[in-house]
């Protein structure tokens, strides 16, 4: 785990305490933004915290955890075995660089707090495979640069520490995120600030591109 992730709680179980802030924010937005059912691919699960609060709140939706990283893997497994929820797959391994992914389709695609902490190829990767799928959503959260300047002193020191850890690694451009959105068919649909300086961003398959 190249960036620590949660606290582990046993049995490789673990918990992020930024995952409990921000899960109840997150569910309202998601909530009104993604389809009534379908399948929806978490990609970056984490400790798997997240998916299992959506899950339980959106009970008519399937839900496809996973993580590129096996500690992470185990940690949803961990949360899944504690909560017992029907519409919550096994996780999968998936680096979104691997293409094709190891999901054939999925109607929305929820991700978290990823491409900062990875280098900017991944957010590429990340549209292209949602293209590939089929996915008519793509749901991303975190901090973002907007007009060109950070939106907060926080931000601005958190994405310092982020190249810190890793040179490429950084908060993104939520500009430059739209044109590799809208190079493979998705259109920006909503920004909805977040409590902490992050936004809910919400992409959607144009007309043409739609399944
Ligand atoms: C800061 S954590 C966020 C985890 C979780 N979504 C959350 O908000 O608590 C970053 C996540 O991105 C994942 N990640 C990094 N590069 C990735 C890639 N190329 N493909 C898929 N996941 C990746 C890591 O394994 C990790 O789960």
Redesign the pocket.
């Known amino acids: 785990m190249p ?1 620590p ?1 949660g606290e582990d709680r046993g049995g490789g179980k673990r918990v ?1 305490q ?2 409990d802030r921000n899960k109840a924010p997150i569910l309202e937005v998601l909530r009104r933004v993604l389809p009534a059912s379908g399948l929806v691919l978490e ?5 798997g ?2 998916v299992t609060w959506f899950a339980r709140a959106l009970p008519a939706l399937e839900w496809q955890p996973s ?3 096996p500690e ?1 893997r185990r940690s949803v497994e961990c949360w899944l075995h504690d909560e017992g929820l029907p519409n919550v797959r096994a996780p999968i391994a ?4 691997d293409h094709p992914w190891p999901v054939a389709h999925a109607d929305a695609i929820v991700c ?3 491409i900062h ?2 280098p900017w190829e ?1 957010t590429p ?1 990340l549209f292209e495979g949602a293209r590939r799928i089929g996915a008519s959503l793509v749901f991303l959260y975190g901090p973002f640069r907007r007009f060109g300047g950070h939106t907060s002193p926080s931000n601005e020191q958190f994405d310092a520490s982020l190249k810190a850890n890793d040179p490429t690694w950084g908060v993104r451009d939520l500009e430059a995120v739209e044109q590799v959105a809208a190079a493979n068919g998705f259109e920006l649909s909503e920004v909805v600030p977040m409590p902490a300086n992050n936004f809910s961003v919400v992409f959607r398959a144009s007309a043409s591109t739609r399944r």
């Open positions: 960036w992730i992020a930024s995952a990609i970056a699960s984490g400790t915290q997240h993580d590129m990283d992470l998936l680096d979104v660089h978290i707090n990823m902490v990875a991944t990767a």
